[in-house]
């Protein structure tokens, strides 16, 4: 039985999987678990990141407004369900803002702790979508380092520990707009500035990652490798379908790829996922673990306007992967 390595969370957000689901995660019955309308500027709110913060929980919301700008808003949450999202964007200091740029948007932020610090990454505009960095300690202030990467990329999603000694980052080279295309790639820094090192990881495959595949919430550490959840994207005669599906990474040259799903996890087929400003998404951003119980609660955007919540257990969902699986 695979078990996670990391630490007990025993206030984990959970609902049992309902009697006679033989899916390996099973939805929120309550979903979604933020609707569009949270917050009076808000048009949507979705793909936001989520972590555990002094017994409770912190998020790092998007929030698309009523001017249809892409903004990132603190959120704080007791039990993991009910959130209380700040009516107001983040603060983001940048002490060389005209060297880096303003912030003019930002998008699909993942969140994770690392040596007591926690790191925002996010889709920033610079010159085009790429990579942007920040540090936290409050979810009040945020003090941003230097993007990444150059032009363009997104999905940025940061591994929670560092490997061989460097922080290590996945993300999906892109273009300017609504890319066709698109593969994992896998790189460490030393610093938070530097970046290089630079791996494939994995890129798409028939079906339903047969379009692009990015990499969704931070990884979680297994004693059989990193499990990965991603996404995979087909194109149908009515546009993308965002499904997710499951990997498992080597623990020291994460880059190697284990196992991979062939069949997807979890598609767009409830009206939250399949109605919205984007049809047809199920997106997932974010995920906490608890090592004592083996639970894993995923949080995900459907249909880019609401945030929804999945559950599974790491041995189901690591024995899935490894007898589904297509390299």
């Known amino acids: 039985m695979a078990k996670i390595i990391g630490a007990s969370l025993p206030n984990i957000p959970w609902q049992d999987k309902p009697q006679g689901c033989s899916d390996v995660l099973w939805r929120y019955s309550n979903n979604p678990i933020v609707p569009r309308n949270a917050i009076p500027c808000s048009n949507s ?16 919301f998007r ?5 249809r700008e892409m903004r990132i808003h ?3 949450s007791k039990d993991g369900f009910n959130w209380n999202i700040d009516h107001e964007p983040w603060v983001l200091l940048n002490e060389r803002a005209k060297e880096v740029g303003p912030f003019i948007y930002g998008y699909d932020p993942r969140c994770c702790q690392i040596d007591g610090e926690y790191i925002v990454t996010w889709c920033n505009c610079y010159h085009g979508p790429t990579i942007g960095v920040a540090k936290t300690e409050d979810f009040r202030t945020y003090y941003q380092l230097e993007n990444a990467f150059l032009p363009f990329n997104r ?15 996945l993300s999906r080279p892109s273009d300017n707009g609504h890319t066709p295309f698109g593969d994992i790639f896998y790189s460490e820094s030393p610093d938070l500035v530097y970046w290089g090192k630079h791996r494939h990881v994995m890129g798409t495959r028939g079906s339903w990652q047969s379009t692009k595949v990015g990499a ?19 194109t149908s ?3 993308f379908v965002y499904h997710f ?5 080597d623990l020291d040259q994460p880059w190697k790829v284990i196992y991979r799903t062939e069949p997807y996890l979890l598609s767009p087929q409830m009206p939250y996922e399949q109605i919205g400003d984007v049809p047809n998404v199920t997106f997932p951003c974010a995920a906490l673990a608890d090592a004592d119980t083996g639970r894993i609660a995923i949080y995900y955007g459907g249909a880019d306007t609401v ?5 599974g257990l790491v041995d189901e969902i690591v024995d899935f992967v490894k007898h589904n699986s297509k390299l």
């Open 74 to 76: 603190s959120a704080f």
């Open 237 to 239: 005669c009515n546009g």
């Open 63 to 67: 929030v698309d407004d009523k001017r």
């Open 45 to 60: 709110i979705f793909n936001s990141a989520v972590v555990p913060y002094k017994g409770e929980f912190a998020g790092v």
């Open 307 to 311: 945030i929804c919540m999945c559950f």
């Open 216 to 234: 969704g919430p931070i990884p979680i550490k297994t004693d059989e490798g990193w499990l990965l959840f991603y996404h995979g994207v087909l």
């Open 245 to 249: 599906g499951a990997a498992l990474l």
């Open 155 to 169: 999905n940025g999603v940061m591994f929670p520990e560092k490997i061989n000694g460097n922080y290590a980052m």
